[in-house]
């Protein structure tokens, strides 16, 4: 399986603004949609977007217009571009494919703290 490196994360002030990097360990990866999911202290994972192999986005409600995700697929990485952090924007996040499959791994995630 595909593993995934993610990076990024810190503490930001509200308003504030983070990238947070995917690495993944092979190139077959490129013709996965990838996303980037979150999970708050006490709540389930949470998918916060999506993007197919040839760009194609899409957004929870929570974070349209504030979080872009992006790829390289020559770099075999996905970002994620995060502006006017808000406090609810806390969470760990995680990067994996869009459709997940059964036994799916995980990495270890990238912690972002929103607070002033």
């Known amino acids: 399986q595909v593993q995934f490196v993610e990076s990024g994360g810190g503490l930001v002030q509200p308003g504030g603004s983070l990238r947070l990097s995917c690495a993944a360990s092979s190139s077959i990866f490129r013709i996965y949609a990838m996303a980037w999911y979150r999970q708050a202290p006490g709540k389930q994972r949470e998918l916060v977007a999506g993007?197919?192999?040839?760009?194609?986005?899409n957004y929870a409600d929570s974070v349209e217009g504030r979080f872009t995700i992006s790829r390289d697929n020559a770099k075999n990485t996905v970002y994620l571009q995060m502006n006017s952090l808000i406090r609810e924007d806390t969470a760990v996040y995680y990067c994996n494919r869009l459709v997940l499959v059964p036994g799916a791994l995980w990495g270890q995630g990238t912690q972002v703290t929103v607070s002033s």
């Open positions: 993007i197919s192999g040839g760009g194609r986005t």
